[in-house]
């Protein structure tokens, strides 16, 4: 069947935003500026938990959308949309933790690696989602998701070995730095599966709808971050911080920057508007097209965020990293079950295509909520 115009501007508007999410926080990064004081040098803008905070906010947005769409739905002589049952928000308080330990991580190491990096090695998520759903939902895997979990990892290796060998960093950024930005980021996907699996277990299971969810979960993140901000300014780091008062997060000095070059607003707003308008078209993809879309979306905003950064000469080409890309979609599409509609083309095939396949309405309904939060 042949998209209507408001379904391409969906998918349009799923890939756009969430490439943008990506680069604009990259982009903040790079900016240099006088920080507070009159005898500040200018130093890199490098504040990861001023950003998380911004993408925490943008989270928080779609809690208003969502009553304001309520607000409008209630006006109709018929109301169609459903509200969902009331529920304790306390039960958003453990995944939106995790959500924010995990996503400050990754715009930590956003500043020590690239952006194509950054993105490609979030697909890890698949890995310890997997495992820790077979530990703690009792899900059974497919044969296809476990074979697509192991090629995932050596895509992953692929993508480490191209960031160890290559001179694909500038001067800002050591290897030792790219490398422990890679680590990072692996580590943030293991506390990212735990935020998954904690929505499927305990929030989920209630009737919540996928806006109100994201917009709760980003109204615990941005009043808890906001608030560690405060005893943020006086814990010394040394070195691991580029502050120059080597703290771990200088809230009052990425302020005084942003005085100095407002371009960094503009990158951090961002990052902030994409973030709310990526998970309404995530959402809304999921529901208007299909689940399976939505994931080959996903995947397609990486090859974008690779192309933009080599264009803006932010990264150098590497072919190592292209065929870290291509194994690390192969092993997503496998695991998320891509290869059926291939599979069912061919007539020897098509019987075990059938046997795997999960009805859509169950894929549907499992994305809609399980799976509708996106961490930035």
């Not at 943020?232 to 920057?257: H, K, T, W």
């Amino acid at each position: 069947m042949a998209w209507t115009n408001y379904q391409l501007f969906l998918a349009g508007l799923m890939v756009t935003t969430g490439s943008i999410n990506t680069l604009s926080a990259k982009w903040a990064d790079l900016f240099s500026a006088k920080g507070c004081g009159e005898n500040a040098e200018v130093h890199r803008f490098s504040h990861p938990f001023v950003q998380a905070v911004g993408m925490f906010l943008g989270e928080f947005s779609c809690l208003v959308v969502f009553h304001l769409l309520l607000c409008q739905d209630k006006r109709k002589p018929i109301p169609q949309m459903n509200p969902g049952q009331s529920f304790n928000p306390l039960i958003f308080f453990p995944p939106a933790m995790c959500d924010m330990l995990g996503t400050s991580i990754m715009y930590v190491a956003l500043n020590m690696t690239s952006a194509s990096s950054f993105q490609m090695l979030r697909g890890a998520v698949i890995i310890f989602t997997g495992l820790l759903s077979v530990a703690f939902l009792g899900r059974k895997l497919l044969v296809s998701q476990w074979i697509g979990i192991l090629i995932t990892i050596l895509g992953l290796i692929i993508v480490g070995l191209a960031d160890f060998t290559s001179g694909n960093r500038d001067d800002s950024h050591k290897l030792s730095d790219v490398i422990t930005g890679d680590l990072l980021i692996i580590m943030a996907q293991v506390i990212v599966a735990v935020q998954m699996v904690l929505e499927e277990k305990f929030v989920y299971k209630h009737d919540v709808h996928p806006l109100k969810a994201v917009g709760t979960e980003g109204l615990f993140g941005f009043f808890v971050l906001s608030f560690l901000l405060i005893p943020m300014y006086f814990i010394p780091v040394g070195s691991f911080s580029d502050n120059p008062r080597q703290v771990l997060e200088d809230a009052l000095d990425a302020f005084c920057q942003i005085g100095y070059k407002p371009l960094i607003l503009l990158a951090l707003l961002g990052n902030t508007v994409s973030i709310a308008f990526f998970n309404f078209a995530g959402i809304s993809v999921t529901k208007e097209i299909s689940a399976t879309t939505r994931m080959v979306l996903d995947s397609l905003r990486t090859l974008v965020i690779w192309i933009v950064s080599l264009a803006l000469g932010w990264e150098k080409f590497l072919g190592l990293q292209v065929l870290g890309f291509l194994v690390l979609l192969v092993g997503t599409a496998l695991y998320n079950g891509l290869h059926r509609p291939l599979m069912a083309r061919i007539p020897c095939c098509a019987a075990l295509a059938g046997e795997e396949e999960p009805s859509s309405v169950d894929e549907r309904e499992r994305l809609l909520n399980g799976e509708a939060v996106d961490q930035s």
